[in-house]
Each structure stands twice: as structure tokens, then as C-alpha cells.
């Protein structure tokens, strides 16, 4: 009994527990995709989905707020660093999406976004942190990378071009900056998953009054049915448990690693598009989904 209480080092369970943390957060963030897609589809705008989320997540989520003023401002994160949470990782990031979609065909979101994220996220971390990865997590961000690219770009090279295709790419890369900067940041001040996911979604709530003003609203005429659905993934499932298992993974096996997770996105949503929404992958795409499990694969190797 002693030997097998042994079989597993403190490090070994951190790395266990940061990975399984790390995939439920890319499950939840890929079902988003195709989910999304539907309501976009039909009834409701990009606009009207972001409002829900932050409706939803942000009045879920003051008390914790408020429960937690006695750990200081902002349950103890502070105003300063919860404005820059949520500058990186609330509307503004969730817009910089939208807006590329608006230019740019939603497969080159998966591709830029994705693929360029941990590599923000190890450039930040150098620079913010002090990070030095080893040989073989750069060898492996680097196979993941490729598998991300692989993925998108089938869609990159071949899509009928759009006008404007260049600046949406534009936003995409922007929105993979924030991403990674959220990732970074949420390490660097070792934020509490769940007060830190309250102060993303309360203080995003800034959101609505611009979302009325500039989009206007399309929930009124939508199914009850599809409003509540959407608003518990958007606003539970996304909003709430996949940023705080996310910032527990942060926490477990840090911010380069974690970052990783957001290459099996692209992945996962052509998975969860074969039932979802009829799309079978080409070669290309089943190649990516190699690549990106063998880079995942590879950089969590170094460390056992």
C-alpha cells in the first residue's frame, strides 16, 4: 500500500490534476464554437451572446464579490489588476473575436487565435515572469504550433478571400495577445480562480451598456428555450467553470503550459462538428489533431 501512495510524487499529482483541469477548460471553450455557431445561425446575434454571458455570469457572481471584500478591493485581487483581467480576458478580448468574424472567415480564428496564443503566453512569461522553459516544452509549443497551422491551413490558403479578410486576421492576433497576457498575468499574481473569475464577469458587465447601444438587442424575439440554453453556456459553463478550472490549471503547472490547452481547441471543435453540425475533416485537419496531441504530448513530458 505504501508503495503504490508512493507511485505518484506531489509533482506528479500537480501535473495530473493541471492537465485534467486544462482539458475540461478547452472541452468547454471548443463546444462553444459549434453551440455558438447554431445560435448565430438562427436567432441569436455574436452581440446578443456576449451580453448573456456577462448578464448571466456577472449576477452569478457578485456575491462572490461581495463575500470576499474582506480580502480588499475587488475581493482581493484590486481594481487596478481586475481592470487589467478584464481588459485582457473579458469584452474586450470576447470583441476582438467578434469583430475579426465580422471580416475574416471563423476558421481563421481557430487558426491565429489558437496557434499564436501559447506563443504570446511563453514571450510573456519571459519577460513578465522569468521564465526559462527547457528544450523540450519549446519543442513541444513548437509541434503544437505546427499542428495548429497544419489545422487552418486548409482554410487559410484555400477560402475564398474576403474584402477585409486581412483585418479581421488583424483582430484575431489581437484577441491571441489578450489571451495570452490573461494567461500571464493570472500566474504572475497567483489569482484566486473563483474571485478572479467574479471580477473578469462583474467588471465586464461594462459591456452592456455599449452592446445597446451600438448592436441593440435580439433576445426579446428568441425562443425562451434557446435564450436560457445559451445563457447557462455562455454564461455558466464558459463564463464561470471554464475560467475558473482554466486559472486552476495556471495555477497547478503554470501559465506556458496551461496556455497549451488552447491548441486542442481547434482540434476538439472539428471533433464536436462531425455530430454537431455535419462537417467531416480533410487529411490536413486530422494531421493537425496529431501534431498538436504529439506537441501537447512532448512539452508535458519534461515534466513528470
Request: with cysteine; glycine share 12%; hydrophobic share 60%.
Amino acid at each position: 500500500m505504501s508503495v503504490k501512495a508512493s507511485a505518484i510524487s506531489p509533482a506528479g499529482a500537480r501535473l495530473q490534476a493541471g492537465v485534467v483541469f486544462g482539458m475540461i477548460a478547452a472541452l468547454l471553450w471548443a463546444a462553444q464554437v459549434p453551440i455558438s455557431a447554431i445560435a448565430v445561425r438562427g436567432n441569436l446575434p455574436a452581440a446578443d451572446l456576449v451580453a448573456l454571458r456577462f448578464i448571466v455570469a456577472g449576477v452569478l457572481l457578485a456575491p462572490v464579490l461581495w463575500h470576499g471584500r474582506g480580502h480588499g478591493p475587488m475581493a482581493g485581487i484590486g481594481w487596478r489588476r481586475g481592470i487589467i483581467l478584464t481588459l485582457t480576458g473579458g469584452p474586450v478580448f470576447l470583441m476582438g473575436l467578434m469583430a475579426g468574424l465580422a471580416y475574416a472567415p471563423a476558421s481563421h480564428s481557430g487558426a491565429i487565435v489558437n496557434g499564436l496564443t501559447p506563443v504570446f503566453a511563453v514571450l510573456l512569461g519571459i519577460s513578465l515572469l522569468g521564465l526559462r522553459p527547457g528544450g523540450r516544452e519549446l519543442a513541444g509549443i513548437a509541434v503544437v504550433i505546427a499542428g495548429v497551422l497544419t489545422l487552418g491551413w486548409q482554410s487559410l490558403m484555400t477560402d475564398i478571400a474576403m474584402a477585409d479578410a486581412w483585418l479581421g486576421d488583424l483582430f484575431f492576433l489581437s484577441a491571441a495577445i489578450l489571451w495570452g497576457g490573461y494567461t500571464v498575468l493570472c500566474r504572475r499574481w497567483d489569482v484566486h480562480p473563483l474571485r478572479g473569475a467574479a471580477v473578469l464577469n462583474v467588471l465586464g458587465a461594462v459591456y452592456l451598456p455599449f452592446w445597446l447601444l451600438f448592436f441593440g438587442s435580439h433576445i426579446p424575439s428568441a425562443p425562451w428555450g434557446e435564450i436560457i440554453w445559451q445563457g447557462f453556456y455562455q454564461g455558466v459553463a464558459t463564463g464561470i467553470v471554464a475560467i475558473i478550472v482554466y486559472s486552476r490549471a495556471i495555477a497547478l503547472i503554470g501559465s506556458s503550459l496551461s496556455s497549451l490547452f488552447s491548441a486542442f481547441i481547434p482540434a476538439l471543435v472539428i471533433l464536436m462538428a462531425i455530430p454537431m453540425l455535419g462537417e467531416m475533416p480533410a487529411l490536413l485537419e486530422w494531421i493537425g489533431m496529431g501534431l498538436a496531441t504529439c506537441g501537447m504530448i512532448l512539452a508535458l513530458s519534461r515534466r513528470r
